[in-house]
Each structure stands twice: as C-alpha cells, then as structure tokens.
C-alpha cells in the first residue's frame, strides 16, 4: 500500500527591508545664504565685527584689504519676499560623472543675506565721536589708540590694515574733518571732527538717492505717498428737506478753510424731485494740485526721508543733536539759538503744507462725524415711525382676541330685512 510521503517546500528566499539613513543631526551654528558683491573679493578678505556705527553693537563685516572695500551684511527675512521661502536646498551643479552628489544641505530658516558696500566714513564715526572737543590726533589716535572702551573693539580691522586700506580710511577721514599737516615732522596728518564736514556728506548722499532713480517703492509709499494723501472728497449728507452746498471760491484752495459748507433749502421743485433722485449734495474738497503751492513738496519730503534714514541707519546718537541745527530748518526753529551758517534744508514749506493737509483731514472728519449723525437721526426716526404702526395693529389684533365665538357668529349672520332689538324697546 502507497503512502503520501510528506515533502517539505523549499527554503523561501527572505526579503531584507531597505533601512533609510539616519539624517544627520541639525547644527547648532547653521551656515547662512549670501550673496557676495561682483568682482569677487581677494583671498585675504575677512569677515571681522566691529561696532555698528549707530547702535554700537558687535556687527559682523566683510574687508577686503587688498582692494579697501568694506561690505556691509544686509538680511532679507523670508517673510518680506514675496514667494516667502521657508528653506534653503542647497547643492552643487549637476555633473555627467556625478560627482558631488549627496554634498547638499537643506537651511531651515529662509533668510538671504547681501554684501552691500558700506562707506568707511559710518564705520569711523563712532571713534571720531568719542574724541574730546578740539581733539587732534591721527588715524591710530582717533581709532586704535584713544583711551575711550571703542578703541579695543577696532583691533581686528587693525590686524588686516593693509596700505591701501590705511590709505582708504585716511582719505575718508579727510573728507568728515580738519585736516592738518605733520606738526611733528614724521609725515603723519592730524584730524580733527567737523559737524558741518559731516552734514554736507549726508546731504550729497541724500540727494544721490532721490535723484539716481533708486528710490525704494516702499519708502514712497510708507513716507511719501502716504503723508501727502488728499482726504476723501465725496461726503454725502441728507438733511431732510436741507443740502450741504458747496461755498468753495475757484482759486487755488477754499476762501476760508473753517467755512467748507453752508445749509441750503430746497426749492419745491427739487423737493418733488427726491422721490426719484436722492436730494444729497457731496461735499467736495479741493483737488489735490491746489493745495500744493509748492511743486517741490513731494522732492522734498522725499530728501527729508532720505536724511531721516541715514541718520538712523548710521549716525551714532551723540552726534545727531548735533547735526539737526546744521541740517533742517524748520517752522519752530529758533534762529537765536544757533550760529554760523542757515541750514541746508528749508522744511519750513513742507512743514506749512503738511500743517494745512492735518487741517483738512480734521474737517473731513468732522463732517463724516456730521454725516453719521444726521443719518443716524433719520433712521432713528423711520423706526419710531414703524414702531407706532406695529403698535396700532398689535392693538387691533388684541381687540379682536376679546370678542366672543358666538359674537363673531352673529357678526357673519345675514341679518338683511330685519329690524334691531332695540327698536322693539323704544317709546311708541
């Protein structure tokens, strides 16, 4: 008899599962993305900190001692692009051999950094502050030697001076001051700060950004644009039987800024008319080219702005009370309080303008406040006048609840040809 012999199946293949790499572990100091200036910089360049020329704090700069150029490091946050990239993948070009591949890097932060040329003049002004009135000395003196806490913050960009480095920061520093020449016969020159050295440089900057056509389109927007808006013209008013009529002369702006408008009745015909057409009359202002008197408000308030700015980004603190007097010169200004030369900027027409502009914006409103009023009054009166017609039928309706079933029966009965009850109870 035939027995089933058991057969064992093959061994099966086992399938290994493929383990993914671990990723590496995030760094604690992540490299950043910039953008460095074209031509490249010589090998010797360094990136050193040194003391922000406003604030004083450590700031990181890029030298290049071998061409006498300093870079400054300007950050653009992920949020202020317009697509707002949130990483960074970084890796080399693609190469037929594959060489490279697996050498990239991911950036969790978005941020891009640009190496923008930075005048040598911002970043000696500091030192140049600390020096004591009528002070002279010379580069070391004023940079690297003064006994101010400064002094010891300037010793990396001592240990790159070059030649023409030295030679760049001297011919900057006889642009901002006094210059004499050697008073001990060893060559050297010796300096001293002028306020209105420093003025002047900041106005010839100033107006290379108003007039080279990079103006940024966002601080024309933010300062300019925005400072010399016109109020809005069209304020309507409904006064039930009364319009606002326009009382504006066809000079150059309203013939008094206090009288914009004046209550006028309506005649009957137009009365009949305000079923079909509403009886508003817009309250209009002047258009915006009579209120300039000046074409140059706008250019000046760009130089202004440009000023503003330059002063914030890289004046230090101690020098910018300063520098105002010899600057500006505005509506409330003293001309007793300083001496010497007028200022270089006239502000006294922007000021008047923009004076002018907040009187008109306070007169908008106060007859939008107006508008809202009135409106609200006639609405107020409309649902007093909806409510006492809800009152008369809640009324009536309440009155007929009261009658009785077999009242309301009579009431629908035909009582045609019939005499009233009352008439068989009367004196014969």
Not at 140 to 152: I, N, Q, R, T
Not at 245 to 258: C, L, V
Request: hydrophobic share 35%; with cysteine.
């Amino acid at each position: 008899m035939k027995t089933r012999t058991s057969t064992k199946p093959p061994p099966s293949s086992q399938t290994t599962t493929a383990v993914p790499p671990a990723l590496p572990q995030p760094s604690s100091n992540p490299p950043k993305l910039v953008i460095l200036p074209s031509p490249p910089v010589s090998p010797s360049a360094r990136i050193l900190t040194l003391p922000h020329p406003a604030t004083r704090t450590p700031t990181r700069y890029l030298i290049d001692p071998e061409r006498a150029v300093i870079y400054e490091f300007t950050a653009l946050p992920a949020s202020c692009r317009p697509k707002q990239q949130r990483s960074w993948i970084l890796c080399p070009w693609p190469s037929e051999t594959g060489a490279g591949r697996g050498e990239g890097l991911v950036l969790e932060k978005g941020d891009l950094y640009i190496a923008t040329p930075l005048d040598p003049i911002f970043l000696l002004l500091p030192a140049l502050c600390q020096s004591e009135e009528g002070h002279w000395g010379t580069l070391h003196d004023h940079v690297f030697l003064s006994p101010h806490d400064l002094a010891g913050r300037y010793a990396p960009l001592r240990m790159i001076l070059t030649s023409a480095l030295e030679s760049k920061l001297e011919a900057s520093m006889r642009v901002v001051c006094d210059a004499r020449g050697s008073l001990m016969g060893d060559g050297e020159a010796y300096y001293h700060l002028d306020v209105g050295r420093v003025a002047a440089v900041l106005m010839r900057k100033a107006r290379k950004m108003v007039e080279r056509g990079t103006w940024p389109a966002s601080l024309e927007e933010k300062y300019v644009s925005e400072r010399l808006r016109v109020p809005e013209r069209g304020i309507e008013v409904d006064l039930e039987g009364k319009a606002l009529e326009r009382t504006m002369t066809k000079g150059t702006g309203p013939a008094d800024p206090t009288a914009v408008a004046s209550p006028v009745p309506l005649s009957p015909e137009s009365k009949g008319k305000e079923d079909d057409t509403t009886a508003d009359t817009a309250v209009e202002l002047p258009p915006p080219q009579s209120w300039s008197h000046n074409n140059d408000i706008p250019s000046l308030l760009r130089l202004h702005t440009a000023l503003n700015y330059l002063i914030t980004s890289y004046i230090p603190p101690g020098l910018r009370d300063r520098l105002n007097p010899i600057l500006y010169h505005f509506s409330n200004s003293n001309p007793q309080k300083f001496t010497g030369p007028p200022p270089l900027l006239d502000l006294r027409p922007l000021d008047a303008h923009l004076a002018h502009l907040a009187t008109l914006r306070a007169q908008v409103h106060a007859l939008r406040g107006l508008s809202e009023n009135i409106l609200s009054g006639q609405k107020h009166g409309r649902e007093e006048e909806v409510d006492g017609e809800e009152m008369k039928k809640r009324k009536r309706e309440a009155e007929k609840k009261t009658v009785s079933l077999g009242v309301k029966k009579l009431m629908k009965a035909d009582t045609t040809g019939m005499r009233k009850l009352s008439s068989f109870f009367g004196k014969k």
